[in-house]
């Protein structure tokens, strides 16, 4: 895990630039602060900032072809280096180094721009080629990359706060991002970067930044609709050797490695087919007495863990969190993200991560297997006869959310979400015979990938180079995602009571043999959060003491009487959840804290 950044125009030879350059140093050593490097000339400043526990070799790395010199920075794995490293020693190339770095710039000498479509991995990349900037980002968006482009030239790294280390990007936001704040946050449009003049890379893209004559974005990847040719027995083979594949990709330095375990289906699932034997999982201090089952989390994790311990004589750690540290670590949380997140789920995973990581540098995690396999109850609610989803089916109550917005700070809170949400469906691509479920499965399908993913990736590589760690997501690799997308829903639905339909059925079939029945046949259930009232005590103490200062900046985007209502309990059932099935109400007061601590920390300003 580390951190990339530099500018490119603005003087860069200059003092004034190199000043630039080591504040967003400065910022990136919250993703890196072990090793470092910079390279600077007339034309550019690249800044490297990793880790010596998961980074392999010295960066920026420079190699020259010809009369011609190509400096890179490069943030990420690949998973299949060894494939391409043959092919380019084929092809006349020798290497600085052992490092991915050394593979991608080699790539980029060989292939140009269409190195990205050959590359298995997660990745954001910049490389200088001497008169142009080359900027990419992998398939999912697995690993960040912002950027600002103004009459100062260009700037990018993987972090809004080195964006922001720039003297002339300000941290002001308007009316676009009051909206992505207060009516879509913690999710955020494919491309906004919030603050004004930033914007995020989309997964997917590579951009080519010329000096003087801006920036141009091309798509590189995309879900394609295909016929499926496969019947079912097949596609069940496929998946497995397919997860099988992605999963042995990713598990080199398996014996630094340990896997995220929540007994769930798709942990359990990399655990067993990883063969790792250290895991560890997350609780809380007070779960076992007062955690209610609901329709989301319909039962604790510890059960199924220890079935899954004493199946694979798995060396299991688990790590319990309290109520304090929880509500202390949300504005750490915040800083990691670089924006308002998933409140404590978020500062849940820092916790958890940080322990994990004094153990081992690498873990394996299942997250994605919902977003491509249809386990979210938004999945589970489409059938033939129901009506086409109109909004983000994890964030519905947009009046409700529009009330916590000062006035006249968004125009008209309906339509922005509606404008976003049309955006977003109108991007899946539909077969001419595709039946009217299928067409709405593949709406929902590209709706997770480019919205709700893109939030949980954010909050996994966060939260993960905060701690220090690398966390890797075999159910995220491209061509299981490529391959699901053309998979019809009856098969994902797979169940062998007729006239039935089980969530992610498909998986269980696919893992019939390699897992206990227990876990094969255990219902979804979501991350962990606490069921402890004092963690609800806790947080709402310290936003009535953030209602008690007159100065908060909170009160520049934010309804006070918004906030007292929230704070008032006596009709908590008629409240939707803010964002998706783990955002309650507890969650949703540390929202608004973590709103107002990102404003401070930040010195944000509303500028409308």
Not at 269 to 281: D, E, F, I, W
Request: net charge neutral; charged share 25%; aromatic share 10%.
């Amino acid at each position: 895990m580390s951190g990339i950044g530099g500018i490119v125009g603005y003087g860069v030879g200059t003092l004034a630039a190199a000043q630039v350059c080591d504040g967003m140093l400065t910022a990136l050593k919250g993703r890196g602060a072990d090793i470092h490097g910079t390279f600077i000339s007339e034309e550019v400043c690249l800044i490297y900032a990793g880790n010596t526990r998961t980074d392999i070799g010295k960066q920026p790395i420079r190699a020259s072809l010809g009369n011609k010199a190509y400096v890179l920075v490069f943030d990420g794995e690949l998973y299949n280096k060894d494939e391409l490293q043959k092919e380019l020693v084929t092809m006349g190339y020798r290497f600085a180094d052992a490092s991915d770095a050394a593979i991608v710039l080699s790539g980029y000498m060989a292939w140009g721009e269409s190195c990205v479509d050959r590359m298995n991995g997660i990745f954001a990349f910049a490389l200088w080629d001497g008169t142009q900037l080359f900027i990419a980002r992998d398939r999912l968006g697995l690993r960040p990359m912002y950027y600002s482009v103004g009459s100062y030239g260009l700037v990018f790294a993987s972090t809004i706060r080195a964006i922001l280390a720039h003297p002339r990007v300000k941290p002001v936001i308007g009316e676009e991002g009051a909206a992505e704040i207060l009516l879509l946050g913690p999710g955020r449009s494919p491309s906004c970067g919030i603050f004004k003049g930033i914007s995020e890379l989309s997964p997917g893209e590579y951009g080519m930044y010329i000096p003087g004559q801006g920036m141009r974005i091309h798509t590189y990847w995309q879900l394609r609709a295909q016929p499926h040719s496969d019947n079912f027995k097949e596609t069940v083979l496929n998946v497995r050797n397919l997860l099988k594949d992605a999963i042995a990709r990713q598990s080199f330095g398996k014996e630094k490695m340990a896997t995220l375990l929540s007994g769930g289906l798709d942990s359990s699932a990399v655990a067993a087919l990883s063969g790792c034997k250290s895991s560890y999982s997350v609780d809380y201090i007070g779960n076992d007495k007062h955690f209610k089952p609901t329709a989301f989390q319909p039962e604790s994790d510890n059960e199924y863990i220890n079935r899954m311990v004493s199946s694979f004589g798995l060396r299991h750690k688990r790590v319990v969190l309290g109520n304090d540290e929880l509500a202390n670590t949300l504005t750490d949380a915040m800083i990691a993200r670089g924006l308002p997140g998933m409140a404590d789920v978020d500062s849940a995973l820092l916790l958890f991560l940080k322990k994990v990581g004094e153990t081992v540098p690498f873990a394996l995690s299942g997250e994605g297997a919902d977003e491509i396999l249809g386990g979210y109850p938004w999945y589970q609610s489409i059938d033939e006869n129901s009506e086409p989803a109109k909004t983000f089916p994890w964030s519905q109550a947009v009046d409700y959310r529009a009330k916590f917005l000062l006035p006249n700070l968004v125009k008209d809170p309906e339509e922005y979400v509606r404008s976003r949400f049309k955006k977003a469906i109108s991007s899946a691509e539909i077969l001419c015979d595709d039946e009217p479920i299928e067409k709405k499965i593949r709406q929902m399908y590209t709706l997770n990938i480019k919205w709700f993913l893109q939030t949980l990736a954010c909050r996994n590589d966060s939260m993960a180079a905060a701690a220090g760690i690398s966390v890797r997501a075999p159910f995220l690799d491209y061509r299981l995602v490529e391959y699901l997308y053309n998979v019809p829903w009856a098969f994902k639905n797979f169940s062998e009571r007729k006239n039935e339909k089980r969530e992610k059925g498909l998986l269980r079939e696919a893992l019939k043999g390699v897992l206990p029945e227990k876990i094969l046949t255990r219902k979804k259930s979501p991350f962990p959060k606490t069921h402890n009232p004092a963690y609800l005590e806790r947080v709402k103490g310290m936003l009535e003491e953030v209602m008690e200062d007159k100065n908060a900046p909170i009160f520049s985007l934010v309804s006070r009487d918004a906030l007292s209502e929230l704070l008032d309990e006596s009709n908590l059932s008629s409240r939707p959840n803010w964002y998706g099935q783990l955002m309650s109400h507890p969650q949703t007061i540390s929202y608004f804290l973590q709103i107002n601590a990102w404003m401070k920390e930040f010195a944000v300003s509303v500028e409308i």
